[in-house]
């Protein structure tokens, strides 16, 4: 469990939304699960169980809540806070490994055996690893049945499942319903805006969110050809196991709109992923908020920016080699010189989309063709290169399965990558919540604007009452440096 039985009750009690995505509430007398927040009314202490995971629930026999949607809540922080094997495999069967590769895959990829990977999973989340990527399927069967207008035979294997039968069956017992009363349920309830060739969803978060702050940082480093930003949101390009896609985001009430472009459907679960994990909609903001506004110094900054969000990525080799151009240049040094590779070496969109017409170059690509396009120190070009030569070989993997500290360890041993790339790529790529960047100069400067110490001891000494959201305490010292560089231009 990831709370204890009777706390959880007292959210139930209180529909507290907060919990949403936190646990599963499971009513006996009725075979339903819901979310804590389900207006529905309140169950009897005793008719209720609570798991980790939908996918638990489903396992016991449970349908989903036809009211509440458990499913269309932003998930756990856990699977970012937590960095051991049930974690990481979560982030993996999010972004869709079990549907490409089969537990065996995913299974490699952690570097167990299945056996015992079951057995974790089923200890630790209630469900062994194919039911929860039954679950995963059935949510994304949902999304493209209430969003698109695609036969249900393409939704199905979309989806990942290996039959209609299987989509069907599966449907009905997670949702208690058909397929086709999904879609007129949801036409008549939602009415959704439907454009040809796009998939249009709502990507809910937990409130607050400073959505300026992040929309901003995105905004700073985007680099043209994959990136656009707008005065009201941002796009970019995706590469995803089956193909490419563009995704546009903009803010709204509640939720952020997310407008994807999908070469093949097959990769819509992974683009949701990964894109949730780009905007870090599924932080616990209050939790957060709460502990860094406990420090007199922060506490303004906090008050005048709740829910802060720490950016991740849509690609472990992207960030990395993003973050090695960037290493002790300016933001705006650093766009100029990944644009340059991008406009060499990246691979053109066979549709573009306005201004996004490429997709960032692969580890393969760069080491192929980067020695001709990259500028600078020669020992950062021969880094860049050595770096793109591992990935592409597959000696170094940078995704979301790795353990924070073996990835660290496997890129410290680069000859010029340093700490603060791997910290950077572990706070980015893994979503890390307690990476404090303190040896870098930005940050230190906006720890001084604030009258934090500035210098790295005793910046670290200072930090330790921030934990374990230090990555987030980094970002509200990042955008302290940022306005006070704006304040003095």
């Given at each position: 469990m990831l709370i204890d039985s009777e706390r959880a009750y007292r959210a139930v009690a209180s529909r507290d939304s907060r919990f949403d995505g936190h646990f599963i509430t499971a009513v006996r007398t009725t075979g339903i699960y819901c979310r804590p927040s389900c207006p529905a009314v309140r169950p009897k202490r005793e008719n209720v169980d609570f798991y980790p995971t939908a996918a638990a629930a489903q396992s016991a026999g449970y349908r989903a809540c036809r009211r509440c949607l458990p499913d269309a809540v932003p998930g756990s922080p856990e699977w970012n806070l937590r960095a051991d094997l049930a974690a990481r495999s979560m982030r993996l069967?999010?972004?869709?490994?079990?549907?490409?590769?089969?537990?065996?895959?995913?299974?490699?990829?952690?570097?167990?055996?299945?056996?015992?990977?079951?057995?974790?999973?089923?200890?630790?989340?209630?469900?062994?690893?194919?039911?929860?990527?039954?679950?995963h399927r059935a949510h994304s069967a949902r999304l493209l049945i209430e969003s698109t207008d695609l036969s249900f035979s393409d939704i199905a294997f979309a989806s990942g499942f290996a039959s209609i039968r299987q989509f069907n069956d599966t449907v009905r017992a997670v949702f208690a319903t058909t397929p086709s009363q999904l879609r007129v349920e949801a036409n008549r309830q939602h009415r959704p805006v439907r454009t040809p060739g796009r998939v249009t969803l709502r990507l809910p978060f937990r409130a607050p969110m400073d959505v300026d702050g992040l929309f901003g940082f995105l905004a700073a480093r985007a680099v043209a050809g994959i990136e656009q930003t707008t005065d009201d949101g941002y796009a970019r390009t995706l590469r995803l196991s089956h193909g490419t896609a563009t995704v546009r985001l903009a803010p709204a009430e509640g939720h952020i709109e997310c407008s994807l472009r999908l070469s093949d459907l097959r990769d819509l679960a992974s683009a949701v992923s990964r894109v949730r994990r780009l905007l870090d909609l599924d932080a616990d903001p209050v939790a957060v908020d709460e502990l860094i506004g406990a420090d007199p110094v922060l506490a303004a900054r906090v008050a005048a920016r709740p829910g802060i969000r720490v950016p991740g990525a849509v690609d472990g080799p992207e960030i990395l080699l993003r973050a090695m151009l960037g290493q002790q240049?300016?933001?705006?040094?650093?766009?100029?010189?990944?644009?340059?590779?991008?406009?060499?070496?990246?691979?053109?969109?066979?549709?573009?989309?306005?201004?996004?017409?490429?997709?960032?170059?692969?580890?393969?690509?760069?080491?192929?063709?980067?020695?001709?396009?990259?500028?600078?120190?020669?020992?950062?070009?021969?880094?860049?290169?050595a770096v793109s030569e591992a990935m592409a070989d597959g000696s170094l993997v940078v995704d979301v399965g790795r353990d924070p500290d073996d990835l660290r360890a496997e890129l410290e041993a680069f000859p010029g990558v340093g700490a603060w790339t791997a910290g950077y790529v572990v706070m980015r790529v893994l979503g890390a919540p307690d990476v404090l960047l303190a040896n870098d100069l930005a940050l230190r400067k906006g720890a001084a604007a604030l009258g934090l110490p500035s210098d790295v001891d005793n910046l670290n000494a200072r930090a330790r009452a921030w934990r374990p959201w230090r990555s987030y305490a980094g970002m509200h010292l990042w955008h302290a440096s940022a306005e006070t560089a704006r304040r003095t231009a």
């Amino acid at each position: 469990m990831l709370i204890d039985s009777e706390r959880a009750y007292r959210a139930v009690a209180s529909r507290d939304s907060r919990f949403d995505g936190h646990f599963i509430t499971a009513v006996r007398t009725t075979g339903i699960y819901c979310r804590p927040s389900c207006p529905a009314v309140r169950p009897k202490r005793e008719n209720v169980d609570f798991y980790p995971t939908a996918a638990a629930a489903q396992s016991a026999g449970y349908r989903a809540c036809r009211r509440c949607l458990p499913d269309a809540v932003p998930g756990s922080p856990e699977w970012n806070l937590r960095a051991d094997l049930a974690a990481r495999s979560m982030r993996l069967i999010n972004d869709g490994v079990i549907e490409r590769d089969g537990v065996s895959g995913l299974a490699a990829r952690l570097g167990y055996s299945e056996r015992h990977l079951s057995r974790v999973l089923t200890a630790e989340l209630g469900a062994a690893p194919l039911a929860l990527a039954r679950a995963h399927r059935a949510h994304s069967a949902r999304l493209l049945i209430e969003s698109t207008d695609l036969s249900f035979s393409d939704i199905a294997f979309a989806s990942g499942f290996a039959s209609i039968r299987q989509f069907n069956d599966t449907v009905r017992a997670v949702f208690a319903t058909t397929p086709s009363q999904l879609r007129v349920e949801a036409n008549r309830q939602h009415r959704p805006v439907r454009t040809p060739g796009r998939v249009t969803l709502r990507l809910p978060f937990r409130a607050p969110m400073d959505v300026d702050g992040l929309f901003g940082f995105l905004a700073a480093r985007a680099v043209a050809g994959i990136e656009q930003t707008t005065d009201d949101g941002y796009a970019r390009t995706l590469r995803l196991s089956h193909g490419t896609a563009t995704v546009r985001l903009a803010p709204a009430e509640g939720h952020i709109e997310c407008s994807l472009r999908l070469s093949d459907l097959r990769d819509l679960a992974s683009a949701v992923s990964r894109v949730r994990r780009l905007l870090d909609l599924d932080a616990d903001p209050v939790a957060v908020d709460e502990l860094i506004g406990a420090d007199p110094v922060l506490a303004a900054r906090v008050a005048a920016r709740p829910g802060i969000r720490v950016p991740g990525a849509v690609d472990g080799p992207e960030i990395l080699l993003r973050a090695m151009l960037g290493q002790q240049v300016s933001v705006a040094a650093a766009r100029t010189s990944i644009g340059a590779l991008v406009t060499a070496l990246g691979e053109p969109l066979e549709t573009p989309d306005c201004t996004l017409t490429k997709v960032f170059p692969t580890p393969a690509a760069i080491a192929a063709g980067g020695a001709a396009v990259l500028t600078g120190p020669q020992r950062r070009v021969d880094a860049v290169l050595a770096v793109s030569e591992a990935m592409a070989d597959g000696s170094l993997v940078v995704d979301v399965g790795r353990d924070p500290d073996d990835l660290r360890a496997e890129l410290e041993a680069f000859p010029g990558v340093g700490a603060w790339t791997a910290g950077y790529v572990v706070m980015r790529v893994l979503g890390a919540p307690d990476v404090l960047l303190a040896n870098d100069l930005a940050l230190r400067k906006g720890a001084a604007a604030l009258g934090l110490p500035s210098d790295v001891d005793n910046l670290n000494a200072r930090a330790r009452a921030w934990r374990p959201w230090r990555s987030y305490a980094g970002m509200h010292l990042w955008h302290a440096s940022a306005e006070t560089a704006r304040r003095t231009a």
